[in-house]
């Protein structure tokens, strides 16, 4: 198992649109492993393959507080939304940011496990927040999109003075 470098916003490459998962095999589940290996080191509780320039529909999340509960969602797809809930968010790829942001209160998720075993669920509170936010990131977006055009122009400016310092 490795720790995956993250791509950091404005990285272009976050803006990849995901592309399906053919076949769920060796290659996909030791991804998998890493990702969650990447993650609990970060430490967060969700990351997309695209945050580690992985362009496949693949994301995983552990909202537990013990950090044992990984969760594997390949070729995601929201089939249902209600209710509306406000959230602060942060992101993997832009570290130290924390913002509100509008999403869906509950979401009806179909996915595949990482045995390839189709599965339903229902997810509420942080669990829904965290599916849609990685959802997101296989369609190319980051949450600081959802901003207004001024914030994200500062979160933009501070994240490459990050890099330049580095």
């Known amino acids: 198992m490795a720790i995956l470098d993250i791509l950091n916003y ?6 990849t649109v995901a592309k399906p998962v053919k076949e769920v095999d060796a290659n996909i589940r030791r991804l998998i492993e890493d990702m ?11 990351l997309a393959a695209t945050q580690v320039n992985q362009h496949i529909q693949l994301l995983i999340i552990d909202t537990s507080e013990t950090k044992d509960q990984l969760q594997v969602f390949i070729n995601p797809r929201i089939i249902e939304k ?7 968010e942060g992101c993997l790829s832009v570290p130290g940011v924390y913002e509100s942001v509008t999403r869906a209160e509950i979401v009806k998720v179909e996915a595949l496990d990482k045995s390839g075993k189709k599965f339903t669920l229902i997810a509420e509170g942080l669990l829904s927040v965290c599916i849609q936010h990685e959802m997101d990131h296989l369609l190319g977006k980051v949450f600081v999109e959802y901003l207004s055009p001024l914030k994200r122009n500062r979160i933009k400016n501070r994240m ?3 890099k330049r310092d580095r």
């Open 10 to 15: 404005p990285d272009p490459r976050l803006h």
């Open 36 to 46: 969650a290996v990447t993650m609990y080191d970060a430490p967060g509780v969700g």
């Open 82 to 88: 209600s209710g509306v809930q406000e959230y602060e």
């Open 160 to 162: 490459l003075k990050l």
